[in-house]
């Protein structure tokens, strides 16, 4: 079990690539990194929000599988407090991974050039 194709913005994309090579990270682990500052940064149910898809990037199937996937499955269906079919999990997963990339990357150019930016990306 894991992920459909998910579609992700060509923004979103390179932010993921950044933090991967900064953290030294896999894309897979930079996702799940993603999805859960995104999550974590939810306040009850949301609609999805629309991020530039023109230039969009195709995230594979299974690239976020097994217990992870399950995990954040269950987490977004808590969150948004409804029952999903997986093309709708599949879209929060996205939208989750666009607002935690994000968030990662905000938190990354505030950062102090003597802060540890692992540690401070677990805090915040």
């Known amino acids: 079990m894991g992920n459909k ?3 992700i913005s060509a923004e979103g994309k390179l932010l993921i690539d950044e933090i991967s090579s900064i953290l030294d990270f ?5 996702l799940c990194f993603a999805i859960a500052k995104g999550i974590s940064m939810s306040t009850g149910p949301a609609f999805i929000e629309t991020f530039d898809l023109k230039n969009k990037w195709e995230l594979g199937e299974n690239v976020i ?3 992870n996937y399950l995990l954040f499955k269950h987490l977004i269906i808590q969150e948004q407090q ?3 079919n997986e093309d709708e ?3 929060y997963m996205a939208h989750y ?5 994000r968030k990662l990357n905000e938190i990354k150019k505030d950062k102090a050039s003597i802060e540890n ?3 401070l990306l677990l805090e915040k």
Do not use: A, F, N
């Open 5 to 7: 194709k998910l579609h």
């Open 26 to 30: 896999s894309r897979p682990d930079t």
């Open 65 to 67: 599988d097994g217990k």
């Open 82 to 84: 409804k029952i999903m």
């Open 89 to 91: 999990i599949s879209k």
């Open 97 to 101: 991974i666009e607002l935690g990339v």
């Open 117 to 119: 930016l692992r540690l």
